[in-house]
């Protein structure tokens, strides 16, 4: 049975995306543990072009059947990124309507929990199946940037989910030496634990939402070793909690 990482954050531009896609080639390509990205962002998922992909199926495909899913379902919407690693991609067409149910999106991640290891939910901001996936996950990140309005979109995040004490753990993107507020103080004033931080890195972030080259495959970048070596902390919790 394999674990379902939710990525989340309390607003956009964080870079859900960004870490949901190079996560799953960190484990995928680096670790050799059989993962998909759902992106769950209908009508504005870009998980494909940070991939460099041309997905011909999606999410959208698996709706009519979505509570009694297949293997042969799953491997008919699915598309290869490289061996190990697949994406589901966000439905292409925006709606207002048929937002999925949380029966909806259980029996999609139970599905998927039995043929990969792991499964990375990529997240809107806040939406009703953000709101249904926060309870049905294993592993629970807030992704936040180190400035005043995050950290308080955040904190009020924290406030109105029932999942706060059982939330994993917090990530915090483009943190500089010179910002205002420093990462511990971030983690003391939220009260969640500090999983990650990650530098900037303009080379590398415009690499991989240009040319969609995953970051976490660039040795040079700093980014892509900040990722690896969350993958790394992930896998070394799953496995305890697996023990």
Known sequence: MGTVIGIFSAKGGMGKTLLATNLGV???????????????????????????????????DLLSVINELTPQHIKLAVTEYRPGVDLLAAPPEMSWKGSLTKKNISSLLDAFREEYDLVILDTSALSPETGSALSLVDIRLILLTPDAPSLRSTARFLDVIPEKEKITGLVINQQTPSAAIKPDEIKDHLGVPLFGVFPVDPAGVWSNISYGEPCVLGRTSKLGKSIRQLSTQLLKLIDQRGS
Not at 36 to 50: F, K, M
């Open 26 to 60: 960190a484990f995928g390509v680096g670790h050799r543990r059989k993962t998909v990205i759902i992106d769950l962002n209908s009508g504005i998922g870009t998980a494909d072009l940070l991939l460099d992909l041309d997905p011909e199926r999606s999410l959208s």
